[in-house]
């Protein structure tokens, strides 16, 4: 049997059309290096092989006829356990809540299914995404694929681990504080939030001002071929966006200069010193590809408060009966933060809710003078296992030391995270690119730009 692994979305899909393998074939391929790597990587909380054949079985036979739908036809992916997949359970990595299979697809799932996509499963979360690393007490620890010991990040963690490891190309996460740009980062690949309500969402998420859904892929490309097939319009989300995503091919062949801010610490961030190095290592590449680049200091204070005022109110509100009745199901660091949480009186919520929205209009005037932001994604690399937050940030919380990538979900602003590097350890490290709102085609422009300027570098893969 061929081996698949590692190839591109759009090597596979090549493949496909030219006959030189099957989709079942790919499938079977992946199911057999699955069963090889879930035991090291614990990436799945569920899995339905059987309705991934029948998928298979029905893109080789639009091959067949000369019907194929797009790229995204008959290639294996993954639906992160916080988005609904009819016939699947949706648990929010919670032993809390049912194991009953769902009756509705989200809307992202909706429209893979439109595109022949063949889903394995779900994939494993912190439970209701609310850690920035990969645990949670319903499936246990997730592993990074550069190093098991190694947390490859949250909430996202099963989708980025299995990206990273070569078992599919491309997985589908979400984001309401960093959790797919946070597992981007430590797994080193390109994991994007496009613009608030670009990616419909439904049914309505526990925290629905703040909830993206969005790709994490191992190349630019592939990550704006997913976008495209999963953004757009949908009724059911009152939040989404009623208008045309910028053509991404288009954007990533843009020659025009850009203005650029680079702030590495934004004010008031603590950075590893190896990956503050390596991010203005990447920033100083990038000021050789026709882009003018500005070092900001300080461009806000810490908005840590107003994003887990939001955050977490949504979620203890969601789970208040089972704070009441069970808590003891719950995972002890996030029972914490949202009996905090749900403890604010009403004027504490609502200060903090006017408080974002002057924060939101700042940042918009700031986006007036560039193109771009950068900042590094994290502050450090890959951590191990067990810990939720990082050596020499016990005075942060357990999403407060992801310290750059909350501030832009209370903006909605789209925003990325580019792998651009990897420590002495072997552990890879992410800039973080934040566009003006609703303009991911500046993020695809400089990433493509980069991602072709450093594409001799070798092709780094994880020895599993």
């Known amino acids: 049997m061929s081996d698949f692994s590692f190839k591109s979305l759009g090597d596979l899909s090549t493949g ?20 090889q790597l879930e035991p090291r990587l614990n990436m ?22 000369g019907e194929r739908i797009g790229v995204l036809d008959g290639i294996p992916t993954s639906i992160k356990d916080l988005i609904a997949v009819r016939d699947m359970p949706q648990r929010f990595g919670s032993r809390a809540v049912s194991d009953a299979p769902v009756a509705q697809d989200a809307p992202s799932v909706e429209r893979l299914r439109k595109a022949g996509a063949v889903i394995l499963g779900k994939s494993t979360t912190s439970e209701f995404g609310c850690k920035a690393v990969g645990d949670s007490p319903l499936t246990g ?23 990273a490891a070569g078992l599919v190309p491309y997985a589908i996460g979400t984001d309401g504080g ?9 797994c080193g690949l390109f994991g994007i939030k496009a613009q608030f309500g670009r990616v419909p969402v439904f049914p309505t998420s526990a925290t629905p001002t703040l909830a993206h859904v969005g790709p994490l892929t191992r190349n630019v ?7 495209s097939v999963i953004a757009g319009y949908d009724r059911r989300d009152p939040a989404t ?3 045309p995503l910028a053509d991404p091919d288009v954007a990533m062949r843009d020659p025009r200069r850009m203005r650029v801010a680079w702030s590495p610490t934004l004010g008031y961030g603590r950075v590893d010193p190896e990956v503050a190095q390596i991010t203005a290592n990447a920033v100083a590449t990038i000021a050789g590809l026709d882009v003018d680049v500005e070092l900001v200091d300080h461009v806000m204070d810490d908005p840590v408060d107003l994003w887990a005022a939001e955050f977490y109110a949504g979620v203890g509100t969601k789970l208040r009966q089972v704070l009441l009745d069970a808590p003891e199901r719950l995972d002890p660091a996030v029972l914490e933060v949202l009996r905090i949480a749900i403890s604010q009186d009403m004027d504490s919520y609502y200060q903090k809710v006017f408080e974002r929205y002057a924060f939101r209009e700042k940042m918009r005037q700031f986006f007036q003078g ?11 690399a890959a951590f191990d296992v067990g810990h939720d937050v990082p050596p020499g940030y016990a005075d942060k919380s357990i999403v407060s030391w992801a310290t750059f990538t909350y501030p832009f979900n209370l903006t909605g602003q789209p925003a990325a995270s580019l792998p651009v590097g990897m420590t002495r350890a072997g552990l890879p490290v992410g800039l973080q690119i934040v566009a003006p709102s609703h303009d991911e085609a500046a993020i695809f422009t400089l990433a493509a ?16």
């Open 16 to 35: 496909l059309n030219q006959k030189a393998f099957s989709a079942t074939e790919l499938l079977e391929a992946v199911i057999t290096r699955h069963d």
């Open 44 to 65: 799945f909380c569920h899995v339905d092989f059987d309705a991934a054949r029948v998928s298979a079985r029905a893109s080789d036979e639009r091959i067949r006829r």
């Open 141 to 163: 620890i997730t592993r990074n694929p550069w190093n098991p010991e190694k947390t490859p990040g949250g909430s996202s963690c099963g989708a980025a681990a299995m990206v």
């Open 178 to 186: 960093g959790s797919v740009r946070i597992p981007a980062s430590l």
């Open 221 to 227: 490309e592939d990550a704006a071929t997913v976008l």
């Open 241 to 243: 966006v009623n208008g």
């Open 370 to 380: 560039y193109d771009l932001l950068l900042t590094p994604t994290l502050p450090v």
């Open 449 to 464: 730009r980069f991602q072709n300027a450093t594409s001799a570098a070798p092709d780094l893969r994880p020895a599993l």
